[in-house]
């Protein structure tokens, strides 16, 4: 097989990275944008010794779970990978996923009932868990709560902002993404408009010379509070009263009414890097935070502050947990990589105690402020790493875990065994860690109970899972 060749191929399957496998040719081959049942005419783009990588051509022969794409760039634009295909079944997809992982990698056997049977019968009282069908949308569109756009000018001088094509630098121009909230355009167009106005340049990569290089919104889904972040090489912009005014006057004569301007801020980033907020910022207009709520608490955002971008699966992902805690006003509670501690608020509601871990010292700081804006003072917020930390806190009646995607330290396994509560709540953004971490709990002594899949980001191939661990 060689590159560029054009070959016929029926999709059987699709990988974690949303790409549809098929064979030909006594290859394995990854293609992009084919959905399974899908016979496509594939173009190869990479050939590696026993598989390669092609894109779709032609779709000769759709399957019954393609769809078209709302985005019109679904394919040049790397933010989502599987939008041609139905949202139910990209949700069979995600939760097959987790299963897979779970009896792969885990041990676990799920019968078709959804019932889990641990591997190691001798660590359990055979007891059994289940496996519940994943929490999607109702509207799989316009939720996430955060967006961000580059800016740039292109070789004939026109100003562009919209998102990077493929793996490159080079902006396609796109205002209208469909998982954004609808404002975005607005915003875009107003800026980019005040940038042409005022001869305004974009920042270039290339030269690190210019000014403007990304766009930002944040937006309380609970509050309507809307956040505008405008991303530049300086400490000042020409004519900042006018884009605050532009601002205002486009989004007020736009006719959307779900969310209005509270908050414009400048971020300064001089730096010729690919981190797209810089250190310094600037209050334009309004404050220099939005707030949002989730359930019954209040959280305070600032334009850096780590927040679910999907507040509408948030709040199931938080109440899944916060069930599965069982908590009844007494219990001491861990909760681990805590980030702001929108969990650990949640939790402390009901619990006796929290304590919060989290490496990151703003969100630490997010933290504290969060319980005092909402009254909780039976939080404690710890800083520091949770392998270093877990060794010496008080024994944990509850411990609920959000790691990142790597999962858990070997240590923290120990510690978590050592403390011996009476219930485990793992949140994971990542099914394979997930599973090799809850494989190492219930070798320690503890069951697989419950496993609650979670569509945090529809039409990506991202899946949240939180599951409950009891003591056997
Ligand atoms: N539970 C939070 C955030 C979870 S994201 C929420 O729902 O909003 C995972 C968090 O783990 C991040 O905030 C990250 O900064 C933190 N983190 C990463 N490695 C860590 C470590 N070794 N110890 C403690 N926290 C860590």
């Given amino acids: 097989m060689n590159k560029n060749e054009i070959v016929e191929v029926t999709i059987e399957d699709m990988s974690d990275e949303g790409l549809g496998i098929g064979h030909a040719g006594g290859m394995a081959l990854f293609v992009k944008d084919a959905v399974p049942g899908d016979t496509v005419l594939a173009r190869v783009v990479k050939v590696k010794k026993r598989y390669a990588y092609a894109r779709v051509q032609e779709v000769l022969s759709a399957s019954c779970d393609r769809t078209d794409p709302l985005c019109p760039v679904a394919r040049s634009c790397g933010g989502c990978q599987i939008q041609e295909m139905r949202y139910e079944a990209q949700l069979a997809l995600k939760e097959r996923k987790v299963r897979n992982n779970l009896m792969r990698i885990g041990g676990f056997h799920i019968d078709e009932d959804r019932h889990i049977i641990g591997e190691a019968e001798e660590h359990t009282d055979g007891g059994e868990g289940y496996f519940f069908p994943i929490i999607g949308m109702e509207t799989p569109w316009r939720y996430r709560n955060k967006s961000q756009f580059p800016v740039a000018a292109s070789a004939d001088g026109r100003l562009t902002a919209g998102f990077y094509a493929g793996r490159t630098h080079s902006i396609i121009d796109h205002h209208q993404c469909m998982i954004g909230i609808e404002e975005n355009r607005i915003v875009l167009e107003t800026v980019l408009s005040w940038m042409d106005t005022y001869h305004v340049p974009a920042y270039r990569e290339d030269t690190g010379k210019g000014m403007i290089r990304h766009v930002m919104t944040r937006a309380g889904y609970a509050t309507g509070q809307l956040m505008v972040v405008i991303v530049a090489a300086g400490n000042r912009l020409p004519e900042e009263a006018a884009l605050v005014k532009a601002l205002q006057d486009a989004l007020d004569r ?46 305070r955002i600032s334009s850096k502050s780590f927040y679910q971008v999907n507040p509408v699966q948030t709040q199931k992902l938080y109440e899944t947990a916060l069930a599965y805690a069982d908590l009844t006003g007494k219990e001491n509670v861990w909760d681990l990589y805590c980030g702001t501690g929108t969990i650990s608020l949640f939790l402390a509601q009901k619990a006796g105690k929290v304590t919060g871990v989290e490496v990151i010292p703003e969100a630490i700081r997010n933290a504290k402020k969060n319980a005092e804006i909402n009254h909780i003072d039976n939080c404690e917020f710890i800083e520091g790493r949770a392998e270093d930390i877990v060794g010496n806190m008080e024994k944990a009646d509850v411990i609920v875990v959000d790691p990142p995607r790597k999962g858990l330290d070997g240590s923290v396994v120990d510690a978590i065994l050592r403390s011996a509560p009476d219930r485990i709540v793992y949140v994971s953004c990542d099914s394979a860690t997930l599973a090799r971490d809850v494989k190492l709990l219930a070798q320690g002594g503890y069951c697989l109970r419950k496993v609650q899949p979670v569509d945090m980001f529809p039409h990506t191939v991202h899946v949240e899972t939180v599951c409950l661990l009891t003591h056997s």
Avoid at 256 to 262: K, M
Avoid at 283 to 289: N, P, S
């Fill in 254 to 299: 736009s006719g959307q009414e779900r969310f209005h301007l509270t908050s414009v801020v400048l971020n300064i980033n001089c730096e010729r890097t690919n981190v797209i907020l810089g250190s310094g910022t600037r209050v334009l207009y309004g404050y220099d935070y939005i707030e949002d709520r989730i359930g019954d608490l209040t959280y």
